[in-house]
């Protein structure tokens, strides 16, 4: 769990630190923490994988990989967002390519955000296997590949799908309908999901057996 929360936080840190975000503290401040957006997503990737690897193959809890891998695309669709936007590029070599070079930073950007959304629809297969599928842990990773799906659809043509638009509403449809069975419609978590959706949102939310969801 340590492990696991440590990865995220790096995630997210760096995520802010690609963009810019920390801009807003006083350049004493950032001078003493010396942040750098390549370093926590470096370290942010190292930690996930380990972790998965002790969750796969030393707890032997199917749930629990899936958990980590979701979480692991959360970090790759966080760098993809930051790299459109960092100089240099982050994880430029990412599963074993050589993405260095401007020319090259969109094709990363491609390749971080397909593999995050790999991870979070495997990761919700598992939890589904797994008897997880009605939990709020599914519900995040809905919501998250929802998100990213929205992200791809806004990359330029060779990069997006097609049909990216469509499968983000319906993942964050089935996202928002079990948030406010799971956690009430005036949960943050669910007013969340209600943003990312748009108007959307007020069409109402398809049912897990329409979506072909899973059950406990």
Request: aromatic content about 4%.
């Amino acid at each position: 769990a340590a492990r696991l929360a440590h990865g995220r936080a790096l995630a997210l840190l760096g995520q802010h630190v690609g963009l810019g975000a920390i801009m807003a503290m006083g350049r004493q401040e950032r001078q003493r923490f010396n942040l750098s957006a390549a370093d926590l997503f470096e370290e942010g990737e190292i930690t996930l994988n380990e972790s998965r690897r002790l969750a796969t193959d030393i707890l032997r809890d199917p749930s629990a990989t899936a958990i980590h891998s979701a979480t692991l695309a959360e970090l790759y669709y966080c760098c993809a967002s930051a790299n459109t936007r960092s100089e240099p590029p982050l994880l430029p070599q990412f599963e074993g390519g050589d993405y260095r070079g401007p020319q090259r930073r969109i094709e990363l950007v491609g390749a971080l955000t397909h593999k995050s959304i790999a991870l979070s629809l495997s990761a919700i297969e598992t939890l589904r296997e797994a008897g997880a599928g009605q939990r709020s842990e599914c519900q995040a990773v809905m919501k998250d590949v929802g998100k990213v799906l929205a992200f791809r659809a806004r990359l330029p043509p060779a990069i997006m799908r097609p049909d990216d638009e469509e499968q983000s509403r319906r993942w964050l449809k089935q996202a928002l309908d079990l948030s406010k069975r799971l956690k009430g419609r005036n949960h943050p978590g669910t007013k969340n999901v209600e943003r990312l959706l748009g108007d959307d949102s007020e069409a109402g939310s398809e049912s897990d057996a329409e979506a072909g969801g899973g059950g406990e």
